[in-house]
C-alpha cells in the first residue's frame, strides 16, 4: 500500500531563516504528489502538486518542491520564511482511486 | 466563485447518536471525496464518489458510516451508534475529474465531539 512519511513533527525557524519539509512515498510507479497548507483555522489548500515534467515544481506563495524520484522524496523548500508562513503541511500522493493519501503533517512555526 | 461548504462546522453527539454531515461540492465537480482527520494525524480517506455512483468505500472503517450522493452534487456522511472514537474533524473534497492533473479542493470540515 502506498504511503507517505514526512520527517519532522514541528519545525520552529526565526523569519528570514531557509525551510525544508521532508517527504518520502512508498510507491514505485507513477507518482502524483502534492503540497497542502492549513493556516491556523482555515481549511486544506493547495500550495504546489507534480504531475510530470521538470522535477522542480513551483508553487504559489514562494515555495517550491523536488521531486527525486530515485530517493522516493518530494521536499519542500523555501529560502526565506515569513511569519504568515506558519502553518501545518501536508505531504500527499494520489491513490489508484483518486484519492489522496496524506503524510501526518508537519507544524511550521515562525518567530517574527 | 464559492468552494466547497460543509455543514455543521462543529457537532457535539452524545454516543449512541446518529449524525448526518453534509457537503456541497464545487459546483459541476464530478468528483467527491470524504477524509477524517483525527487529532495530530493527516486526513485519511474515507470514501469517493464519481457523480452520484460511490466508486470505494475502502477507508469507511466500520458499517455505522454511511455517505450517499444521490443526485451527484451533495453528499451526506451519516454515523449511526457514534463511538467516542468516531470524534474527528471529517473533511470534504471535490475536484473536476478523476484522472487527469487535478487538484483536490477542501472544504473547513465539520469537527465532531463524540460524549
Known amino acids: 500500500a502506498q504511503s507517505v512519511s514526512q520527517h519532522n513533527h514541528h519545525v520552529i525557524l526565526s523569519e528570514a531563516a531557509s525551510l525544508e519539509l521532508g517527504c518520502n512515498y512508498s510507491y514505485g510507479g507513477t507518482v502524483n504528489l502534492f503540497w497542502y497548507v492549513q493556516y491556523p483555522g482555515q481549511h486544506l489548500q493547495l500550495l504546489l502538486k507534480?504531475?510530470?515534467?521538470?522535477?522542480l515544481v513551483k508553487g504559489i506563495k514562494g515555495f517550491e518542491a523536488e521531486f527525486i524520484k530515485s530517493k522516493f522524496s518530494f521536499n519542500l523548500r523555501k529560502p526565506s520564511v515569513q511569519w504568515s508562513d506558519t502553518a501545518e503541511y501536508f505531504c500527499a500522493v494520489k491513490g489508484s482511486q483518486g484519492n489522496l493519501i496524506f503524510g501526518k503533517g508537519t507544524k511550521l512555526s515562525v518567530k517574527p | 466563485g464559492a468552494g466547497v461548504s460543509q455543514s455543521p462546522r462543529y457537532k457535539v453527539a452524545k454516543r449512541g447518536q446518529d449524525v448526518a454531515l453534509r457537503c456541497d461540492p464545487i459546483s459541476g465537480h464530478v468528483s467527491l471525496f470524504w477524509y477524517q482527520q483525527a487529532l495530530g494525524q493527516g486526513p485519511e480517506f474515507l470514501t469517493y464518489?464519481?457523480?452520484?455512483?460511490?466508486?470505494?468505500k475502502s477507508g469507511l472503517p466500520s458499517d455505522r458510516f454511511f455517505a450517499e450522493r444521490p443526485e451527484g452534487s451533495v453528499s451526506t456522511l451519516k454515523i449511526q451508534r457514534t463511538q467516542q472514537e468516531d470524534s474527528a474533524v471529517y473533511l470534504c473534497a471535490s475536484s473536476p475529474g478523476w484522472t487527469g492533473p487535478y487538484e483536490q479542493y477542501f472544504g473547513p470540515g465539520t469537527r465532531l465531539t463524540v460524549t
Open positions: 464518489f464519481q457523480n452520484e455512483a460511490q466508486l470505494d
Open positions: 507534480y504531475f510530470s515534467g521538470d522535477p
